[in-house]
């Protein structure tokens, strides 16, 4: 037991016990005990950080690490060492959960086939000019429910979303429907769109829609998922600060947590390496 404990324990009998027997028993010193009483009276320094650092992991749902909260603070003008911020997020309880990572393998049989375009080329000059694609999946007690999603890798924000109870190739022509119907005064001249060889995308269906719109497809090569990374990437991120951590029992609150999330993240999540949202870096340019 540390001394703080042991401190506490012999407070709360201070009535019952003489002290001294008690520092005896528990092997610390009186000095030491009173020095404890003493702190008790004092407000502790870190505790207007530390609530301020809570305030926002509730707005962010739990999800910022020390680094992240340190790019926060910076842009609300309050200037703390990051090492100080861990310490403080460590010592009140507010780490952020650890990430965990999920696989998902693509079934069905393939039709078309697209060069790699994309070549892990992961940078994007303007907007809507490389966007990547991928669906996953979110485990309910009432079953799997699938997700679709676009993300740009101009801000990496998240374009468009379609949800289903099935993994069906209009699930991703739906996705792509939106996103186009939103970024359609946007959208460049040239649009890649990469993913990587799921059998959705290799439909005939997804090749005239595509053909359609005017959008270059780009796949990732066979057997590797590092294509394809930044699609990945957003469901890790999604899973483990969202769904991991809260468990949806039912379709219906899947998705309203998913809706939640992506308007969190689109608006609000601050990025590592620009240090604000999305949608910030986006609306700035």
């Known amino acids: 037991m540390r001394p703080k404990l042991k401190y506490q324990v012999i407070y709360r009998h201070q009535g019952s016990y003489p002290v001294s027997v008690m520092c005896a028993v528990f092997g610390v010193s009186r000095s030491g005990y009173y020095d404890h009483v003493k702190r008790m009276d004092r407000p502790e320094k870190d505790a207007p950080l530390a609530a301020l650092l809570r305030k926002q992991q509730e707005h962010c749902f739990q999800t910022y690490g020390y680094r992240r909260m340190h790019l926060w603070l910076e842009r609300q003008g309050i200037h703390h ?20 990572k999920r696989k998902w393998k693509a079934l069905g049989q393939q039709v078309h086939k697209y060069q790699n375009l994309l070549n892990r080329e992961f940078h994007a000059d303007r ?64 649009l890649q769109l990469h993913s990587d060889q799921g059998f959705q995308y290799t439909s005939q269906a997804y090749f005239q829609l595509t053909k359609q719109y005017g959008i270059t497809p780009s796949m990732s090569r066979k057997g590797n998922p590092y294509d394809n990374a930044m699609a990945e990437n957003f469901f890790s991120i999604l899973k483990t600060e969202c769904i991991y951590r809260h468990k949806p029992a039912t379709f219906a609150e899947a998705y309203e947590m998913i809706d939640r999330y992506i308007h969190f993240y689109n608006h609000d999540r601050i990025q590592y390496k620009t240090g604000v949202a999305p949608l910030t870096l986006r609306h700035s340019s």
């Open 81 to 100: 060492n990051p090492k100080t911020i861990l310490r403080i997020m460590k010592k009140y309880g507010l780490l952020s959960e650890i990430r965990r």
């Open 127 to 190: 907007p809507n000019s490389k966007w990547v694609t991928d669906i996953s999946y979110i485990q309910t007690r009432q079953g799997v429910l699938y997700l679709s999603m676009i993300r740009d890798l101009y801000d990496n924000s998240i374009v468009a979303y379609k949800t289903g109870t099935q993994q069906t190739v209009n699930l991703v022509l739906d996705t792509i429907r939106l996103a186009m119907k939103r970024e359609k005064k946007a959208v460049a001249a040239e």
